[in-house]
């Protein structure tokens, strides 16, 4: 018998509750209805209740809501609602306020998309509660609840790989652990932590002791036959595995670091769906004193739920990355349509993005900025497309009208771009309408100055220029290689500033590489153009 507490509903919607639970195959379901939060107390006292789901119905919810957490920390809590603030939604995730949230009128699907999900949870936490002391298992329930917090707030799939590993090892107290995701037909090597190995190399050890490989889906190694047949397998010695077992272990990594694998546990990573998006192994368990010790079942089922948790999260950051592409390669689209009329357009966007990631990342800019930098920087000349073809394109001098329309490119660029929410299209916007400033104040719209240009804008000016004096326009033949850098070099402190062209010229080698490799050499030893570039706007 599953207990269903509802608090704050009516004897009549749980009429409908029932019809929905019996076409979706529930049975053996009791369901309690508590008109007042302050009652709640009691029930749970005199009922063995399995999930809470509670209706926010007036202003109080906030004080209930943490008191249910104070009463029922155990028990998984469905809250629902409508008109609650992404802020103070995310408020009560991450305070573990709350297990889920449906967003009233609440769809049946989603009703019993999250009953599931409780009623399956609620059935771990007492399996395990039941052999252990409950001080323990509370604090286990805790840790796992931040765990599941912690990694649904993480968007970047990179990051939340190494996270996972972080945190599997952080529950289960093992020595090691790595990540594979399924890519087609093989398990891709993503991500690895080893204790033993971080104490005996120091940072970076990463490098040296893992190599990235991909495994073949097959019933002979371990991880391929946890992601072929999605069930977990838990392994006391690796080195003494059964022989009619169909998997093997392979010591090429024991070899190559001088380590010793004893206990092991591949767990599978699936979706809602139940299909496999990875493979999460663990190796070495430790007890108190330091000592390898199999993975106890009470250690594998938490691993399961993590599994779970974990995959869901892959899900999430999988499909956050699949719009994030696509958003990208709209602003991409969006930056070549300024200079759709130039055979060079994409060798020249991929340029300005990795010059200036080059210049960004040895200044020292964080993640996010360098992502704004990587996909804003193409986006600097997005105001030609206000310029007429007759300016843009003459193969002579501008007369002084044409020179004044052609500096205008820039406010067009960025009133083109204002407006936006997102941070990228802000970026541009900034950089679109700075880039041509001068460190000395003689650039245009604005005339600005020092610090007063933005860093982004600074950086795409150098990068701009050095572009457009190593490419062929319509009016001039590229300069060379040695010319260009000198010629940066001698704006320091009159075009650009100082610190960013020492930066340029302490990081001339990496330049030259990205400047190479969208160049084809010709007789002679003159590095040209594939295509054609358009103005310059020096």
């Known amino acids: 018998m599953k207990n269903i507490l509802f608090i704050n509903y009516e004897k009549k919607q749980l009429f409908g509750v029932r019809e929905i639970l019996k076409k979706n195959g529930f049975s053996n379901i009791r369901l309690i209805l508590c008109r007042d939060v302050k009652f709640a107390r009691a029930i749970l006292k005199e009922n063995d209740v399995n999930c809470i789901i509670y209706e926010i119905v007036d202003s109080n919810y906030l004080k209930d809501i943490e008191y249910l957490k104070t009463i029922a920390l155990d028990r998984p809590r469905i809250v629902c609602g409508s008109g609650v603030g992404e802020k103070e939604l995310m408020k009560f995730i991450n305070s573990g306020s709350i297990f889920y949230y449906l967003e009233k009128p609440v769809a049946g699907f989603d009703f019993i998309n999250a009953l599931n999900s409780a009623l399956s949870f609620n059935e771990e936490v007492t399996q395990r509660y039941n052999n252990t002391h409950k001080m323990y298992i509370q604090q286990q329930i805790e840790e796992l609840n931040n765990v599941g917090i912690a990694l649904s707030s993480e968007n970047d799939l990179g990051s939340l790989l190494e ?4 945190q599997a090892l952080s529950l289960t107290h093992c020595d090691g652990g790595s990540l594979y995701t399924l890519e087609g037909s093989v398990l891709s090597f993503k991500v690895a932590r080893n204790n033993t190995l971080l104490k005996r190399y120091g940072e970076g050890y990463e490098e040296k002791c893992f190599k990235r490989y991909k495994i073949p889906i097959s019933q002979d190694r371990i991880s391929g036959r946890v992601a072929s047949t999605g069930e977990i397998i838990n392994i006391e010695d690796v080195y003494s595995i059964p022989f009619k077992s169909r998997y093997s272990f392979t010591d090429d990594f024991d070899k190559r670091n001088k380590y010793f694998t004893k206990s092991m546990i591949n767990a599978p990573l699936k979706d809602k769906d139940n299909k496999v998006l990875g493979v999460l192994q663990l190796i070495n368990c430790l007890d108190a004193e330091g000592n390898v010790i199999p993975f106890s079942k009470d250690i594998e089922s938490l691993i399961q739920s993590l599994a779970s948790q974990a995959a869901v999260a892959i899900g999430n950051a999988m499909l956050i990355k699949k719009v994030n592409e696509t958003h990208l390669d709209t602003i991409l689209r969006l930056s070549m349509t300024a200079e759709f009329r130039d055979s060079d357009t994409s060798d020249h966007l991929q340029r300005m993005s990795n010059y200036s990631l080059i210049i960004g990342e040895n200044l020292g800019l964080g993640r996010n900025e360098l992502e704004m930098l990587k996909y804003a920087s193409p986006m600097h000349d997005i105001g ?25 490119h820039s406010v067009y660029g960025a009133q083109i771009l204002e407006g936006s929410d997102s941070p990228i299209l802000k970026a541009s916007s900034q950089i679109a309408l700075t880039h041509h400033e001068k460190w000395n104040g003689e650039g245009y719209p604005r005339r600005l100055k020092h610090d007063r240009i933005p860093l982004f804008g600074q950086i795409v000016s150098i990068v701009d220029v050095f572009d457009a004096m190593t490419s062929k326009r319509c009016y001039k033949k590229a300069y060379s290689l040695d010319y260009s850098i000198d010629e940066i070099y001698a704006s320091k402190n009159s075009r650009f500033n100082p610190l960013l062209v020492e930066t340029f010229m302490d990081n001339i080698d990496e330049i030259v590489k990205v400047f190479k490799n969208s160049h084809k050499k010709i007789e002679g030893g003159e590095y040209l153009h594939k295509g054609h570039a358009v103005e310059a706007n020096l």
Not at 163 to 166: H, Q, R
């Open 163 to 166: 996270k996972i590993v972080s």
């Open 384 to 408: 030609k497309v206000g310029i007429p073809d007759s300016i843009l394109l003459k193969p002579g001098a501008l007369n002084k009208s044409e020179w004044v329309e052609m500096k205008n």
